[in-house]
């Protein structure tokens, strides 16, 4: 085959040969006639100049329309191509993400409900409260799920219907009475007794994408009938007729910019919309339209206008929590209404729908009056449209906005108790499993004590920083709250803003421990049979590592105090004292225990380990102190109850984890010596240091980190107060943590620890250890092994027994 | 100087005799004694009247009476876990009820988790305390959970300790 070019040459010369044949035979017939020759010689002369420029242009112009011809062909071939390539990757670039967000349902995760039967300590208020909490609001008529009514001593609430893990409860009336603090009657609506019930738990968060998008899912029948029939009333009138775009809403829109000069007007449908939210730009470029029409188009014949609308519901944008930003209508209502969207009224749907224009400009708690007036408007709209009858368009234009501002909207957002949910999850579930399945999560947090730490946290941190003239902001704190007997965590606070999503210390602050360390010891030495009682040796001390190097530790306050019983070392935290008795029971005996009750290895392997010169995060002082505070056994804290799937089956059950880890009477032992620590001791200044409360303070050097471990009966709690950049603070364990806990008991006070009655308890003078009676000034009451064996305290009336007169007897 | 040595020697035999009758507890002197009259029982003629049965008091708080109502029933159809999650949720009310650690440590004996099983066990031995039925139910039910284990003769041993709690 020949090259076009050579082609178009060889044409050429055969073209050329053609002429001088023809130019010949004319020469020829020219010679023959004479009469010919004479007439026209001079006309033959022009018609053969005229008929060789005439082939020349007619060529030249066949050739250059040849070659354009195919040059159009070619163009429309590539751009066909191209134009193909393009529409297949946006279909696949549209449909992929379409279905990919629509079925990507978040996991919700929820806290513990509240247990409502007769003899539950919890008063009207509180529980008006934990209603509040959960978006339910006052009605007299109880007209809908999610509503109360107070009066008098009881309380009547519809509440909401919930699937719980053992099966969903409908929602129903409950007529609820208290007396004297304490819940004395539940009943039904036909006046029955209601043994147990529960209210429906707080939704507390979602595992949305890192871009920090989070949504409720709504299906279609949840969306209500208002909301879709307004949303295409004020957004996209003509949403059921076109097909992705609107050729009348762009030239208004182009129009509208023409005249203004600038792109003020965008003449979106709700598909466009949709598409426009999925690519998160609000570039304003007719590239961009063009891009977002072709979108519109390829979804509008990939999928009904249903599966669209309700797409649209669960993706727009409405607004912004912090880091959180607040997509869909199922989330949007409980940001701004704190209540599920079935429970909107009129007026809030409105109002959540002038929100789309502009979730920044109509901010209905930033700016109420423009968001009012745009909100009436479109109840105008809505009443034009005949979407709602005159007298509920009164009704709703009367309404306020309506819009809460509680720190619960949205669901209560507790993003450090989330950290460690996720922590927990990770061990069995992917991130995109979290992301995408709909999965629900049973947690045990309790919103009432978090919302209570985290408030004596701020307020506490406040006061002290105002107290000492420190910067404002410049002490952080972390604490977690777990019950006693089964170890799961009730609260976890991760620094002084709870709603933050930051640094989470709870979890990942690891600071020297300090004093708190200490009960470890005096456990090492009960378990090898010293007593409360046993004499230690408060003197100075030098101990050489194997380097060579020297430790000289010295006591908080620089003193010494010679011989005195265990139990007032544990209790006034003495350094030298507590060395003294850890070497007396050996460093590898405490180090092996210590590894016992955390699972863990201490770093630190020098006898600076006695006295807390090892770096813990709260989370893993919450898991030693689990030991003492359950009664001897050793529970990992945790957060997580069960994991359902969107179908309700349970796909995990996280059940309670504990092994023994201490002798009963033993760890009774050391529970009644911490109990001694907050009486008589470090936590004597707190109100509640002689309610029957155990714990230990804590103080790293130089007052970097205050620390504060204690239990009652139900709950143990670990507060830390330290600064970011760890410069100390000036804080010891009692006046910085100490001061935390005792704000969160303020309001609900302690639960003293009950006492098995088979103790062994002996009333000892607290200085000497010596026995002594209740006569006697400074006496504790604690078991001791061998009470016989103790010397008496003179003049306290106590009496020799017969064995100590045979002994004494012995002796002499 | 041998006045002192006889009476230190009349002291140690009295002390060396009070050291060997350590051993029953309360509840072990209990459970004895219930033996010996069983044993007391067997000698006469007529067939021993049945030891009525000892069941512990049931839990006081009223929620978690009711779940554990709810659990034993799904303990008898056979459906050790939903027992599991209404038992985990009657020790959140009611976290030192002995007997839901007790009927906890069965249902999870009855799906095969020994060890899970044996913790609840002595759970329930710690928070039983001095209530001598509860202590004794729970160590009836750490006799089931040797068995299981394999360690008959330790489960007979206390078995035979505890008949006389057993519900």
């Known amino acids: 085959m020949l090259h076009p070019s050579a082609q178009s040459r060889q044409d050429g010369h055969k073209v050329n040969r053609k002429i001088i044949s023809k130019l010949q035979d004319s020469y020829l017939v020219t010679k023959t006639p004479a009469s010919r020759k004479a007439k026209g010689s001079g006309r033959r002369k022009n018609s053969k100049s005229s008929k060789k420029t005439d082939s020349w242009f007619k060529r030249l112009g066949k050739w250059i ?107 129903q009336r409950v007529k609820i009475s208290f007396q004297n603090g304490v819940i004395n009657r539940v009943q039904a609506k036909d006046n029955s007794e209601i043994p147990l019930i529960r209210l429906d738990p707080a939704t507390i968060g979602s595992f949305f994408p890192s871009h920090g998008e989070d949504r409720l899912i709504l299906t279609p029948e949840q969306v209500p009938p208002l909301l879709a029939e307004g949303l295409k009333a004020i957004e996209d009138r003509n949403f059921d007729d076109h097909r992705g775009f609107s050729i009348t809403g762009i030239l208004r829109a ?148 309506g819009v809460v501002s509680s720190p619960n909207s949205g669901g209560a957002y507790y993003p450090a108790f989330m950290d460690i949910v996720r922590a927990e999850l990770s061990e069995r579930y992917s991130a995109s499993d979290l992301r995408s399945q709909g999965l629900r999560i049973f947690t045990t947090l309790k919103p009432r004590e978090q919302e209570n730490a985290q408030k004596a946290v701020t307020s506490t941190l406040q006061m002290i920083e105002k107290e000492r003239k420190l910067a404002q902001g410049s002490l952080q704190a972390a604490s977690v709250i777990t019950d006693t007997q089964t170890g799961e965590i009730l609260a976890l606070i991760g620094g002084r803003k709870g709603r933050v999503d930051g640094f989470n210390r709870a979890l990942n602050a690891s600071r020297s421990v300090g004093s708190v360390i200490k009960p470890v010891i005096v456990l090492t030495a009960l378990e090898a049979g010293l007593d409360w009682s046993t004499l230690v040796n408060d003197t100075p001390i030098t101990m050489t590592s194997d380097s060579g190097e020297l430790w000289t530790p010295r006591n908080y306050d620089g003193k010494t105090r010679g011989e005195l019983p265990m139990i007032r070392a544990l209790a006034m935290s003495l350094n030298l004292a507590m060395v003294d008795l850890g070497n007396t029971v050996s460093l590898g005996e405490v180090q092996r225990r210590f590894t016992d009750l955390t699972g863990y290895a201490p770093k630190n392997r020098y006898p600076s380990f006695f006295l807390g010169a090892e770096s813990m995060s709260p989370l893993q002082l919450t898991e030693l102190y689990g030991n003492f505070a359950s009664g001897g056994f050793h529970t990992t804290p945790k957060a997580v109850i069960a994991v359902l799937n969107e179908r309700g089956q349970a796909l995990s059950h996280h059940p309670f984890d504990l092994t023994q880890s201490i002798r009963p009477e033993t760890v009774a032992s050391l529970n009644r010596g911490l109990e001694i620590v907050m009486s008589h001791g470090t936590g004597r200044s707190s109100p509640f240091s002689k309610q029957g409360v155990a714990g230990k303070t804590g103080t790293s050097n130089d007052n970097r980190d205050s620390w504060y471990a204690g239990f009652d009966n139900s709950k143990l709690s670990v507060v830390w107060v330290g600064r970011d950049d760890n410069k100390s603070t000036g804080l010891t364990g009692t006046s910085g943590a100490l001061r935390i806990w005792n704000n969160m008991h303020v309001s609900s006070g302690v639960d003293p620890i009950v006492h098995n009655p088979a103790d062994n308890l002996v009333e000892i003078e607290f200085a000497t250890g010596m026995r002594a009676a209740k006569s006697c000034a400074d006496v504790v009451v604690i078991p001791i092994r061998r009470p016989d064996t103790l010397p008496i305290k003179l003049g306290c009336g106590v009496r020799k027994t017969f064995g100590q007169r045979l002994r004494s007897i012995f002796n002499n | 100087m041998n006045i002192k040595l006889c009476i230190s020697l ?155 709690y057993a519900g």
């Open chain 1, 65 to 171: 329309l040849r070659a354009l011809l195919k040059l159009m062909l070619w163009t429309t071939l590539f751009a066909t191509l191209v134009g193909l390539g393009f529409g297949y990757y946006l279909d696949r670039t549209i449909t992929k993400t379409f279905e990919g967000r629509r079925w990507s349902v978040p996991a919700q995760v929820f806290a513990q409900p509240l247990e409502i039967y007769a003899g539950q300590r919890i008063n009207k208020a509180q529980l008006v409260e934990e209603l509040g909490r959960l978006g339910y609001r006052s009605d007299a008529n109880l007209t809908a799920p999610g509503s109360y009514n107070s009066n008098g001593a009881t309380l009547s609430t519809h509440l909401r219907g919930f699937d719980f893990m053992e099966g969903s409860r409908p929602s």
């Open chain 1, 254 to 401: 182009a129009w509208v910019n023409a005249r203004s000069g600038t792109r003020a007007q965008g003449g979106s449908t709700l598909t466009q919309q949709l598409v426009k939210s999925y690519f998160l730009t609000n570039e304003r470029t007719y590239e961009r339209k063009l891009r977002e029409v072709a979108m519109a188009i390829i979804l509008e014949l990939r999928f009904s206008k249903e599966d669209l609308l309700t797409a649209y519901i669960n993706e727009i944008f409405l607004g912004q929590n912090g880091a959180r930003a607040i997509h869909g209508f199922g989330l949007g209502s409980q940001f701004y209404f704190n209540k599920p969207i079935n429970e909107l009224a009129v007026h809030e749907i409105a109002t959540m729908i002038s929100i789309i224009r502009g979730p920044s400009y109509y901010n209905p708690f930033r700016h109420p009056e423009r968001a009012l007036a745009r909100r009436n408007r479109i109840l105008d709209t809505f009443l034009a449209d005949g979407l709602i009858s005159n007298p509920r368009h009164q009704d709703a234009i009367g309404s306020p906005l």
């Open chain 2, 10 to 164: 009349l002291c140690i035999i009295f002390i060396g005799g009070c050291a060997g009758n350590q051993g029953p507890s309360a509840s072990d002197s209990r459970a004895s004694s219930g033996q010996s009259r069983t044993a007391e029982n067997s000698n006469k003629p007529a067939a021993p009247p049945k030891p009525a049965k000892i069941k512990p008091a049931p839990p006081k708080n009223s929620a978690a009476k009711i779940l554990l109502a709810q659990a034993d029933t799904a303990l008898t159809q056979q459906a050790p876990a939903q027992a599991i999650v209404l038992l985990e949720r009657a020790i959140r009310i009611d976290p030192r009820e002995a007997l839901l650690w007790i009927r906890l440590s069965r249902a999870h004996l009855a799906q095969g988790h020994t060890q899970a099983a044996s913790q609840h066990a002595r759970k329930a031995i710690a928070l039983a305390g001095s209530d001598a039925v509860k202590t004794g139910q729970a160590w009836l039910q750490m006799a089931d959970v040797l068995e299981a284990q394999g360690e008959r003769q330790q489960a007979a041993s206390l078995r035979r300790r505890y008949a006389r």
